[in-house]
């Protein structure tokens, strides 16, 4: 038998190694594909991505009135996503909930994200899609750069880290739909205090965001305080954990003034939760009903102090280690009660609220500080000041617009998800937590969850504040903080509970 030269056998493997390559690379394309099909069968399904959406560059920080480049990272910025279906009869009943790492939604992002979506993945509609912001305020801008910005700024800029995301986003949406699997569900009630109402009443009857609570006229705390944890577990059929969607009544913005990257206590709270229960859990922070609420001490600060350093632990990790804390209280008497086959619906709720109505008085104080702010632009060059500047004048247009078309409404939308005795229920404000209270008090669930910052559909709104918060002024009740005001807050609670009693009807 003759034998080949070695020098001839590797051109000859390769030829072959690739005429079959090609050949399996045609057949397989005109195979259906049936390894990533969504579940047909009747049953409850989920699925789960952690996505890390941390810029590549410096980009502009969100959350203040101010101009902020990030200079580095401390934690990772995350989107972090669960699917879930519920197949009865061969109907499906499908939901997606993506919480992002984000101040908030903006419009143009979010419209984007849905177009896309529907465009590149249309087996789930729009309206069944729950994106929502943990309001971080050390998070990427999402959407257009501040006004100020220097032309020459060497960043990231916002449109170009939204269409970084979006490309990430999309895809991942994608993988957890596609990789549901036949799953169980529990759910909890925890406590943990993080938030303090943040607005001090004084003995005329104003009220201060952030008000010394230490002077002689000091008279109370505006509101209460939500310490609910609500906690939703996921896990597959082999009793592994895959997600927990984990809710409490506080913005996450310890870390506010922050010139880096910063996912705030929601970061540190994941980093522990994983380091016990697995480190391919996808954990999704939400925010309850918040708008009056921030993680910052409002009083007794020398005892908190004392003890987060006898801890040897910073203020944000101290948050984080007490989420961590309420999640390991509960975890086992969640786990002991497993739930299968859930009764799952979904209602999308388009609403007109009405707008705040702008007082003459509100009016002119809001051009003089317009003039004032400008004036002080123009002559210290202040970020802040622009900022606010911006602020006062969409109020006086506000005002005149409402001059020409009175009796304008605030288009929005809100959404309502049964999971078995459960209710989730979402609105895009920063809804004060009498509104959350009031949802959770009537409603026929036996567990109600309140997701704020949420994006049906436009986007991610203002403060929403109550009569008395309005009463007392102040930031986040003043015209410039409100679209609507409590007339409005007080249509979003009844339109919600309707939602909830429908469900539950039956």
């Not at 002991?336 to 709720?349: A, G, I």
């Not at 986040?476 to 007339?487: D, H, K, T, W």
């Amino acid at each position: 038998m003759k034998c080949i030269p070695s020098r001839r056998i590797l051109p000859i493997f390769l030829t072959i190694t690739a005429f079959f390559a090609a050949f399996f690379t045609v057949f397989a394309a005109v195979l259906p594909n049936t390894s990533a099909a969504a579940p047909t069968a009747d049953g409850f399904y989920a699925g789960a991505v952690a996505l890390d959406i941390t810029p590549e560059r410096p980009v502009t920080l969100s959350g203040q009135f101010y101009t902020r480049i990030s200079k580095g990272v401390y934690t990772p910025i995350m989107a972090n996503i669960l699917a879930l279906n519920s197949i009865k009869d061969g109907k499906s009943t499908p939901a997606i909930l993506v919480s992002m790492d984000v101040v908030s939604i903006h419009e143009p992002f979010n419209l984007e994200f849905r177009k896309r979506l529907q465009e590149e993945f249309p087996d789930v509609p729009s309206e069944n899609i729950i994106l929502c912001a943990t309001h971080t305020h050390a998070g990427p801008n999402l959407g257009n750069d501040p006004a100020d910005l220097p032309k020459d700024a060497d960043i990231m800029h916002g449109n170009e880290y939204a269409q970084f995301v979006l490309d990430k986003l999309i895809p991942a949406v994608r993988k957890a739909w596609e990789s549901q699997v036949p799953s169980r569900y529990g759910y909890g009630l925890g406590f943990v205090n993080i938030a303090y109402n943040r607005r001090a009443v004084y003995a005329d009857g104003s009220a201060v965001m952030y008000g010394k609570t230490d002077r002689p006229d000091f008279r109370s705390i505006e509101g209460m305080t939500d310490t609910d944890l609500n906690a939703l577990c996921i896990w597959d059929k082999n009793d592994k954990l895959t997600a927990m969607l984990l809710n409490v009544a506080c913005p996450s913005q310890e870390n506010e003034h922050l010139y880096y990257l910063d996912a705030d206590f929601w970061g540190r709270a994941r980093n522990q939760i994983c380091a016990k229960y697995g480190k391919d859990v996808v954990v999704l922070g939400t925010c309850g009903a918040a708008g009056d609420q921030s993680p910052h001490i409002r009083y007794r600060s020398a005892a908190e102090e004392r003890m987060m350093k006898l801890r040897g632990l910073s203020r944000v990790e101290e948050l984080g280690r007490r989420i961590a804390v309420a999640v390991d209280d509960i975890y086992e008497l969640i786990a002991s009660d497993k739930k299968e086959d859930p009764v799952m619906k979904f209602e999308y709720l388009a609403l007109d609220l009405p707008q705040r109505i702008i007082t003459e008085k509100e009016y002119q104080t809001a051009q003089a500080e317009a003039a004032r702010l400008e004036a002080e632009y123009k002559k210290t060059g202040s970020s802040k000041a622009f900022g606010q500047m911006n602020w006062n004048r969409r109020t006086v247009k506000r005002y005149e617009r409402a001059k020409e078309d009175p009796g304008q409404t605030y288009s929005t939308s809100a959404c309502v998800l049964r999971l078995g005795d459960i209710v989730l229920c979402t609105n895009q404000f920063e809804l004060y937590t009498d509104f959350g209270i009031q949802m959770k008090a009537r409603s026929k669930a036996v567990q109600t969850f309140v997701i704020q910052l949420a994006s049906g559909r436009p986007a991610c709104g203002t403060y929403l504040p109550t009569e008395f918060a309005v009463k007392g002024g102040g930031y986040g009740a003043v015209p410039a903080s409100n679209m609507v005001g409590p007339e409005g807050g007080r249509m979003l609670v009844e339109e919600t509970l309707k939602a909830v009693e429908r469900m539950f009807a039956e």
